[in-house]
């Protein structure tokens, strides 16, 4: 009964963000991603998983779990059976003082399980003018732990439009996910050098004009 | 089965019968010169064919069901071509309630105002009233940087959208003497002209485009394409007075308005696109883009052709 009633929700929330943002995904040249990978997307909103997961065709899209912060999914009753049933979500805990396992261990777990994983390597939403914030070094630790799975940037476009933060009425405005090569942790690539790499790999997704 | 019933069983078959030669001629074509699909023009043109099927057939549809059937039709294409048009807007965080007004209050209310066949404040409700509250919810924010643009946008984004738009579906509310209950087909009139311009235009120019009509906004068009499309559209119209309350010359004439008018708001609407640095308004209708090049012409010509009938035939 509760695995219906998420799917149901699923479906709804799905069909609520094709209806508001018409999204669209860009896929990069080398076609639909096939293997198991980490997407790492830019983070503005909480609507940004939903928007990888319309745009993946649904064999993929069973597969494909957003990583997520447990302060925030565990808060209510509401909020958690969202996160873990609806969007069957790697929960991890952002605060370091209350952490029981280690989160790269659970979301190198969840890749063992054979899922995908959407991550935020911002580690919060970005609220700031800047495109894009610096990345926490949580990209490059699990990039560490799990070597052979393909890290594939995705940009979010315009979604901050639609929900901007402090508002909860979201704005109809075209949305698109765009996805880049995948790429990989180089052999002996230091922490400062992948994320800089990676870093500029989301960046050059972005569209050029900020007002389109 | 009704006069106007049969006639639009005519004006479908004939729509059909059009759209089937069409689709035979694309497929004659990708066997013959791209059957890998290479040739980029031929897919495009198949995708448009395809897209004119899936057209034809909705609108047919929300004829068919009537008022509230092309009323939702049209709500919901001004709300795809508010969503395409505001995306390419300067929108700041101030302007988020203005636009939740936009998309929520003033789109519907124009809708409403529509069904409830009131032509005193149907007519001047987004001109008058969105016009001066829009800015009011927007001020209320107290964010003044380009805010003479975002307000201007914002309100010309609602009068293409959703005023222009909504006259198409206006256009049932006409009470015209002797032409009861045929007040739909004023609106396959006005889009099989619209839609058969651009059509003709488009074959016109392949033919016979020499000379490019404005290479700044849209380097497609062609005066050949623009000549031969509008007079053949004209032709078109004439041939479709007995659908009309109009006599033959002035079925004509009504098509070499809507055609000039839709003519020249594609212009007006491919030079925003320049501006914004876009191709298309979106990717709504393969082969198309979005909603709004497919509508462009249409939306400039709707209030026109609601006007001119309103002045000059109608009892009201």
Redesign the interface.
């Known amino acids: 009964m509760r695995a219906f009633i998420a799917k149901l929700v699923a479906a709804v929330v799905l069909l609520f963000a094709r209806a508001v943002t018409?999204v669209?995904a860009i896929w990069d040249e080398s076609g639909l991603p096939r293997r198991q990978a980490i997407y790492f997307a830019n983070h503005s909103s909480h609507g940004d998983f939903i928007l990888i997961w319309a745009v993946l065709p649904p064999r993929l899209r069973r597969r494909v779990r957003p990583v997520a912060g447990a302060d925030y999914w565990l808060k209510s009753k509401l909020r958690s059976f969202i996160g873990k049933d609806v969007f069957n979500a790697v929960l991890i805990q952002r605060v370091c003082d209350e952490r029981e396992d280690d989160p790269v261990t659970i979301m190198a777990k969840a890749l063992s399980g054979g899922s995908s994983l959407i991550f935020f390597p911002e580690g919060t939403r970005n609220q700031t003018d800047l495109p894009l914030q610096p990345f926490k070094s949580g990209l490059f630790h699990l990039a560490t732990a799990c070597p052979k799975v393909d890290l594939v940037p995705v940009w979010i476009a315009?979604l901050n439009?639609v929900m901007?933060k402090g508002?909860f009425?979201p704005?109809?405005?075209?949305c698109t996910v765009t996805f880049g090569a995948p790429t990989r942790l180089g052999s002996g690539e230091s922490k400062e050098a992948f994320l800089a790499r990676a870093q500029a790999a989301l960046l050059e997704l972005a569209p050029?004009?900020a007002?389109? | 089965m009704s006069a106007t019933q049969s006639d639009m069983l005519l004006l479908l078959l004939g729509i059909a019968g059009v759209l089937l030669v069409a689709s035979l001629a694309g497929y004659i074509l990708q066997l013959k010169l791209s059957p890998e699909g290479s040739n980029a023009a031929i897919e495009n043109l198949n995708a448009r064919i395809k897209a004119w099927w899936v057209m034809a057939i909705l609108i047919a549809l929300a004829c068919v069901a009537g008022r509230i059937g092309v009323l939702v039709l049209f709500a919901f294409c001004s709300f795809a071509a508010l969503r395409e048009f505001v995306t390419l807007t300067n929108t700041r965080r101030a302007d988020h309630w203005a636009l939740a007004t936009a998309f929520f209050i003033v789109l519907p209310a124009q809708y409403v105002l529509l069904w409830t066949e009131n032509y005193g404040i149907f007519s001047i409700f987004i001109p008058v009233y969105a016009f001066l509250l829009m800015p009011i919810i927007a001020v209320v924010r107290g964010d003044t940087q380009h805010f003479l643009v975002r307000i201007a946008e914002v309100q010309w984004a609602l009068m293409i959208c959703v005023f222009c738009a909504s006259h198409v579906p206006a256009l049932l509310t006409l009470e015209i003497p002797g032409y009861e209950d045929r007040n739909v087909l004023l609106i396959a009139f006005l889009v099989i002209v619209v839609q058969s311009s651009d059509v003709l235009q488009y074959v016109w120019g392949k033919l016979f485009g020499r000379t490019k009509i404005a290479p700044n906004l849209s380097p497609s068009k062609t005066v050949e394409g623009f000549v031969g499309g509008v007079a053949s559209a004209t032709l078109v119209g004439a041939a479709l007075w007995w659908i009309t309350p109009f006599t033959p010359v002035q079925a004509g004439l009504m098509a070499l308005v809507i055609t000039m008018m839709g003519f020249f708001g594609g212009l007006v609407m491919s030079a925003i696109k320049r501006d914004r640095g876009v191709k298309d308004w979106g990717h709504l209708i393969a082969g198309h883009g979005g909603l709004i090049d497919r509508l462009d012409s249409v939306v400039f010509s709707a209030p026109v052709f609601f006007h001119l009938i309103r002045y000059w035939w109608s009892a009201s």
């Open positions: 018409a669209r315009n439009r901007p508002e009425v704005i109809p405005l075209i050029r004009q007002g389109g």
